[in-house]
T-cell receptor, first 114, second 111 residues
Framework: SAVISQKPSRDICQRGTSLTIQCQVD?????MFWYRQQPGQSLTLIAT?????????ESGFVIDKFPISRPNLTFSTLTVSNMSPEDSSIYLC???????????FGPGTRLTVL | EDKVVQSPLSLVVHEGDTVTLNCSYE??????LLWYKQEKKAPTFLFML????IEKKSGRLSSILDKKELFSILNITATQTGDSAVYLC???????????FGKGTLLTVNP
């Protein structure tokens, strides 16, 4: 499986600010996803990051709040914009190859918004 | 809307016990069911099941899928304190490669 890194691993931010999370994979992958896991909850898919085009967002998530970039097959960023305490969560990127459902997750970013 | 329901939500056992975790699902155009173990932040992949009745096994962990009754079980034998974690069940279906996750089962293994 691919080796996935995320930066930062954790951060504490003030409300109204923005944070960009990076996800780097050590090999080219077809699919990249961004998830949110709020305290005590399961994983919720935010969007599928598409290489060279706009991300595909799930219901309840919008590009203005969670802009995503994916300039190539090994790197993606997720920005959490205009943060509020409700955005305090673990944010996870995952990768998969086409034709398989198996997703491998990065180590996650724990975000706390004060 | 796809749905994944796990039970129990939490479970406390003693070392050496055997546990069975359950996952039922409703999904359009089912393709696969996956189990993950989440200890801190990142879920780690355990199994992917696509066919009914074929047991997947890795050490003390095993899992099986019943596509007729729409459920899967994850068994852990001779539990150890290192098995303490949240176990997540996810299903893949439809025309894309998105996964739908259940809420997870929090397993605590006491010495």
């Amino acid at each position: 499986s691919a080796v996935i890194s995320q930066k930062p691993s954790r951060d504490i931010c003030q409300r109204g600010t923005s944070l960009t999370i990076q996800c780097q994979v050590d090999s080219q992958v077809t699919m990249m996803f961004w998830y949110r896991q709020q305290p005590g909850q399961s994983l919720t898919l935010i969007a599928t990051a598409n290489q060279g085009s706009e991300a595909t967002y799930e219901s309840g998530f919008v590009i203005d709040k969670f802009p995503i970039s994916r300039p190539n097959l090994t790197f993606s960023t997720l920005t959490v914009s205009n943060m509020s305490p409700e955005d305090s969560s673990i944010y996870l990127c995952s990768v998969a190859s086409v034709s398989t459902d198996t997703q491998y997750f990065g180590p996650g970013t724990r975000l706390t918004v004060l | 809307e796809d749905k994944v329901v796990q039970s129990p939500l939490s479970l406390v056992v003693h070392e050496g016990d055997t546990v069975t975790l359950n996952c039922s699902y409703e999904v359009t155009n089912f393709r696969s069911l996956l189990w993950y173990k989440q200890e801190k932040k990142a879920p780690t992949f355990l199994f992917m099941l696509t066919s009914s009745g074929i047991e997947k096994k890795s050490g003390r962990l095993s899992s099986i899928l019943d596509k007729k009754e729409l459920f899967s079980i994850l068994n852990i034998t001779a539990t150890q304190t290192g098995d303490s974690a949240v176990y997540l069940c996810a299903v893949g279906g439809g025309s894309n490669y998105k996964l739908t996750f259940g809420k997870g089962t929090l397993l605590t293994v006491n010495p």
